[in-house]
């Protein structure tokens, strides 16, 4: 395996859970509140 | 009495101390024979809070819960603002002196301005309810966290900036794979303090109902519902010692280190 691909692999390992975890606390959160662009 | 000579250094500073804490106290009107006089007061309230309202737990959880999405989406907006504007604040980064001083006035007078006056303009401006809460919570986060972010980004190692410069990268790339890798884990660990206070500061926002437990707790109080306050007190320190934990985890996580206790 070339050393790119290693390294985007511990990237990969180290930010994609809390990253994904992140996202889709945030999105719901935006959502639930009710949050929309027409408030702005 | 050649022990003493070494602390004659210390005479004047403590004499010092001792009486602006006296004047201190006399401007406060400190009067420990009051407080001793409150302490039954004080018991007796508590003693009405015990034991809490139980029944109350499940109509606060959606409270709660909207308590801390306020705080994790003010302080998420907060830091994404604070970022761009310490990228000018920072003296080795920012285009020109000028941009430089505007950021860093921004910065000083957000950080004057007291949060609750902050919520109440906010309040003002849009209404009741989370929305305001949350621009409320974006705004207070900025003074705190461009101030911290711009102090990191003025420490970076100027070599891989120069270097990248040198072969004739753009700002933005410096910024991408220079600067970045170096103030990440800095960035992280203060977004996750900010995130903390911002929980505090979001229970606050009840007190002008703008969303969260905060507004029950208030309530509860004015209408002498004691029992109730105390349930929502006790859940309100369960959710400060969750995302404490939460926080603490993503940081070991991501960090790679231990965080002090």
Redesign the interface.
Known sequence: MSKENLQYKRYYK??FF?GSLFIL??GW??V????SPR?F | MGGLKRYRGYLFPVIVLTLLLWGGAMVCRVNLAVLMEGIPHGINLIGHMFPPQWEVFSRLMGPALETVQIAFVGTVFGAILSFFISLFAASNLSPNKMLREIARGILSTERALPDLIIILLFVAIVGLGPFPGVMALAASSIGMLGKLFADTLEEVDPKPLEAMAAVGATKAQIIRYAVLPQVMPSFIANILYRFDVNIRLSIFLGVVEAGGIGFNLIMSMRLLEYKETLAAIIIILILVVICEKISDTFRKRILGQEVLR
């Open positions: 180290k930010y809390p606390i945030l959160s935006i639930d509140l009710g949050i408030l």
